[in-house]
């Protein structure tokens, strides 16, 4: 299992989770908790110190990319994300291009915050718009009006290189000519990113109840949402938006570069409550986890010296796996070499033909890549390119 693996193909980043929210939203599956009191003193010294048990593993590795995510990051204060950026700088070269990420609510409080974070370093902010209409923004749990919305968006434009903002499609009694106009709102307003994610009704949220209990009404039907998809699209593409990724979407050079090193399968820090990690040491690739609970993972860090959980050694297959259910995410798609590599053999050539011949795959060389087809069903798709 011990060998070599070019994780450099993929780059190295940084996921740093800030785990807390004002509300818990209907819909949200990621680990955030409301506190009524936040000590962020104590989070200042945690942050640090994992950062430098982590770097004392890494040493003579570049880092690409930082991302501040969440839970809502835009609560943590200027100096906290100060100090955790001097201190990564500290601990790694970074690239001359070096993207740092901080996912923020478009609240008036939160975005009044946004010139100490420029001066802290951050350089792209990713907006959690979610909707631009004050009923669909309630019925989602959000905090901010439609108006809020837009003016941190401004707000963003004026402080930040590089800005992204996230909707999600597909919700209660939406219809396709209101999202139609509800995209080309935002793309006037000139992004150089977008995350066009659809609604997915999640076990252990709000709307997971809701659904089992047969009360979350309106949810539009299958042909629906790919209608939705379809037009997003054509629209993102009409406004000088490629999709570089299946949600994803982004003007000639603007693209994700931490999300990049995901779907490439580099390695990644993941440090806080809950935060994932993946990393190749002496030949093996681990994956690395958190505790969820922000006063675990505290108190881990002040007594062991260490946030993580026990590392688990990635196998051969599930690497292969994995990449392929990264890659084809790409438009630019999956290398059959790379992912031969990964998993020590390769993918049979007449499901590649099949698959071909069926719409779902596009083959040029050693790349292969998902159709418009393939994408509304990837995950069935990487269950045929692998042996059964």
């Not at 509300?23 to 009524?36: E, I, L, Q």
């Not at 609560?75 to 740092?100: F, H, K, S, Y």
């Not at 089992?212 to 042909?223: I, T, V």
Request: charged fraction near 25%; hydrophobic fraction near 40%; proline fraction near 4%.
């Amino acid at each position: 299992m011990k060998r070599p693996e070019n994780w450099q193909e993929g780059g190295f980043a940084l996921y740093l989770h800030w785990p807390f929210c004002k509300a818990k939203c209907p819909y949200c599956d990621f680990n955030s908790h409301v506190r009524t009191a936040i000590d962020q003193s104590d989070w200042q010294k945690a942050y640090l110190a994992e950062l430098d048990r982590v770097a004392a593993e890494t040493p003579g590795r570049i880092l690409r990319s930082v991302f501040f995510g969440g839970g809502t990051p835009s609560l943590m204060e200027g100096p906290l994300v100060a100090a955790i950026l001097d201190r990564v700088a500290r601990n790694w070269r970074l690239t001359n291009d070096v993207e740092i990420t901080l996912e923020a609510n478009p609240t008036s409080v939160e975005a009044a915050r946004f010139h100490a974070y420029r001066a802290a370093g951050v350089n792209r902010v990713s907006l959690g718009l979610q909707a631009l209409n004050d009923a669909d923004l309630r019925r989602l749990g959000r905090q901010h009006s439609a108006a809020e919305a837009l003016a941190a968006f401004a707000l963003a434009r004026e402080t930040f290189p590089r800005v992204s903002g996230d909707l999600i499609y597909a919700r209660q009694d939406q219809t396709l000519p209101a999202w139609r106009q509800e995209l080309r709102q935002l793309t006037a307003l000139g992004p150089d990113h977008l995350s066009l994610y659809q609604l997915t009704v999640e076990d252990g949220t709000a709307f997971g109840a809701l659904a089992r209990a047969g009360k979350l009404k309106g949810l539009p039907d299958e042909d629906l949402a790919a209608e939705m998809y379809l037009a997003t699209e054509s629209i993102c593409t009409e406004a000088g938006l490629q999709a570089y990724e299946v949600s994803n979407y982004a003007a000639s050079g603007a693209e994700s570069r931490h999300n990049l090193v995901y779907w490439r399968m580099g390695d990644y820090i993941g440090i806080g409550p809950g935060a994932h990690g993946r990393l190749t040491l002496d030949g093996l690739r681990y994956a690395t986890d958190t505790p969820k609970s922000p006063e675990a993972w505290l108190k881990a860090v002040d007594q062991t010296g260490s946030g993580e959980l026990p590392r688990e050694v990635i196998s051969r297959d599930a690497q292969g796996t994995e990449y392929l259910l990264m890659a084809l995410r790409l438009s630019e798609g999956a290398s059959l070499a790379r992912y031969a590599g990964l998993a020590g053999r390769k993918i049979a050539e007449n499901r590649l033909q099949q698959l071909q011949d069926d719409g779902f795959l596009t083959r040029d060389g050693d790349r292969i890549a998902a159709t418009d087809t393939g994408r509304l069903l990837l995950n069935r798709l990487v269950l045929e390119l692998l042996p059964d």
